[in-house]
T-cell receptor, first 109, second 115 residues
C-alpha cells in the first residue's frame, strides 16, 4: 500500500476555502485516491474518490496532477461543522483501508 | 435504509475479561471489516470477513477473533483484555462488487474502556 503524507493540522475561518494536500509518491498504476472525514466519536465517512484530473461532488473537489504523486482535497466555503479529521487513503486493497493520522481541520467563526 | 449499526455504544470491562462487539452491515453489503482506533490516531485494520470466512487480517494478536453470520452480521471478540485494548472499535461494511475503487460505510463505533 502506498504511504501517504498530509499535514497534521490546518486552521481556517468560516466561508474560506480549505485545501489539504496529500503526498503519495509510491502510488501504483491501479490505485485510487480516497478521502474520508471523521467527526469525534463517530466512524469515518467517505467524502470523495478519484483516479486522475479532477473530481467534484456536492461536498468537495479532488485535484490530481498528471503524475498522481499528490492530490489536493478542496473544501469550498467551510463552516463550523466542517471541523473534523480528514484522511487521505491510497491503494485500498479489497477494502482493507489503511489510515494514517489524518489532518485535523479546525474552522473558527 | 439503515446504515451500519454497532452495539453496544459504550462498554467498560476489567483487565482479563472477554468482550463481544456486534455489527450489522448496511443493507446489501456482504463484507464486514473491523478497525481499532486509539485516541488521537487513525483507525487500524483488525480483520475482514466475507462469506463467513476471515479474508484478511491486520497486525493484531490471536486474542482478537471474529465471526460472520449467514445474514452478514458480524461479531468481534477480544479475550484477556489489556488496558491497551481501550479504544473505539469501528465496523465497516462494503460490497465486494467492483475492483480498484471502494467506498466503505462505517458505524458509529463501540467505545471500549478497560480498567
Amino acid at each position: 500500500l502506498a504511504k501517504t503524507t498530509q499535514p497534521i493540522s490546518m486552521d481556517s475561518y468560516e466561508g474560506q476555502e480549505v485545501n489539504i494536500t496529500c503526498s503519495h509518491n509510491n502510488i501504483a498504476t491501479n490505485d485510487y485516491i480516497t478521502w474520508y472525514q471523521q467527526f469525534p466519536s463517530q466512524g469515518p465517512r467517505f467524502i470523495i474518490q478519484g483516479y486522475k484530473t479532477k473530481v467534484t461532488n456536492e461536498v468537495a473537489s479532488l485535484f490530481i496532477p498528471a503524475d498522481r504523486k499528490s492530490s489536493t482535497l478542496s473544501l469550498p466555503r467551510v463552516s463550523l461543522s466542517d471541523t473534523a479529521v480528514y484522511y487521505c487513503l491510497v491503494g485500498v486493497n479489497d477494502y482493507k483501508l489503511s489510515f494514517g493520522a489524518g489532518t485535523t481541520v479546525t474552522v473558527r467563526a | 435504509d439503515a446504515g451500519v449499526t454497532q452495539s453496544p455504544t459504550h462498554l467498560i470491562k476489567t483487565r482479563g475479561q472477554q468482550v463481544t462487539l456486534r455489527c450489522s452491515p448496511k443493507s446489501g453489503h456482504d463484507t464486514v471489516s473491523w478497525y481499532q482506533q486509539a485516541l488521537g490516531q487513525g483507525p487500524q485494520f483488525i480483520f475482514q470477513y466475507y462469506e463467513e470466512e476471515e479474508r484478511q487480517r491486520g497486525n493484531f494478536p490471536d486474542r482478537f477473533s471474529g465471526h460472520q453470520f449467514p445474514n452478514y452480521s458480524s461479531e468481534l471478540n477480544v479475550n484477556a483484555l489489556l488496558l491497551g485494548d481501550s479504544a473505539l472499535y469501528l465496523c465497516a461494511s462494503s460490497d465486494t462488487g467492483g475492483s480498484g475503487s471502494t467506498e466503505a460505510f462505517f458505524g458509529q463505533g463501540t467505545r471500549l474502556t478497560v480498567v
